[in-house]
């Protein structure tokens, strides 16, 4: 997690997340931690808020048949929380998601693996409308704890440049 600390007062300082444009590098690697272990019930929940009626997910006796022998995690799970993972280090300081392209999941994971995620800067250029922010670009790689590759992605975010950020304009 990138974080720093602002004075805001006689001895008194406010923990800041996140990198504005100017801080990002092409080819620079942030690996996110912790890890996060998934469990059953993350599963469970996640299918049923996005109402996700696969059977894969939650029918133990119906995963039982398939080629896993057991309940696989809900793809979209993992990418969400990829996603989260990621946050502190590359979009904390974002003014928008811009997309999320070539999605691809290469192995899946199971209740009681954990995840670990880290995100490679792949492009960074200035906005064209936007004189206070650039558009920064990476790959984030999704790994279990036995190193396998779970999911890829690629992420487009909007960024502040410094002094133009929302925490820049708030008390926050």
């Known amino acids: 997690m990138v974080h720093a600390y602002k004075r805001i007062g ?5 923990e800041t997340f996140g990198r504005y444009y100017e801080e990002f590098t092409v080819g620079d690697v942030y690996e996110h931690r912790p890890g996060r272990t998934i469990t059953e ?7 049923l808020l996005t109402m996700n009626t696969h059977p894969m997910h939650f029918d133990e006796e119906y995963a039982k048949a398939s080629e896993f022998g057991k309940c696989i995690i809900c793809s979209p799970l993992t990418v969400a929380l990829m996603v989260g993972m990621s946050v502190s280090d590359v979009s904390q300081k974002a003014i928008a998601n811009l997309g999320w392209t070539d999605i691809v999941l290469t192995h899946p994971l199971f209740a009681g693996d954990t995840l670990y995620a880290a995100s490679e800067v792949t492009g960074k250029r200035e906005s064209a ?8 670009t990476v790959q984030t790689v999704g790994t279990n704890q036995h190193g396998n590759t779970v999911c890829t992605f690629s992420r487009t975010m909007l960024i502040a440049r410094k002094g133009h950020s929302v925490e820049d304009r708030v008390n926050y």
């Open 41 to 47: 019930t993350d599963n469970i929940w996640f299918t």
């Open 129 to 136: 409308s936007r004189p206070g922010a650039g558009i920064v």
């Open 10 to 14: 006689e001895q008194r300082y406010r």
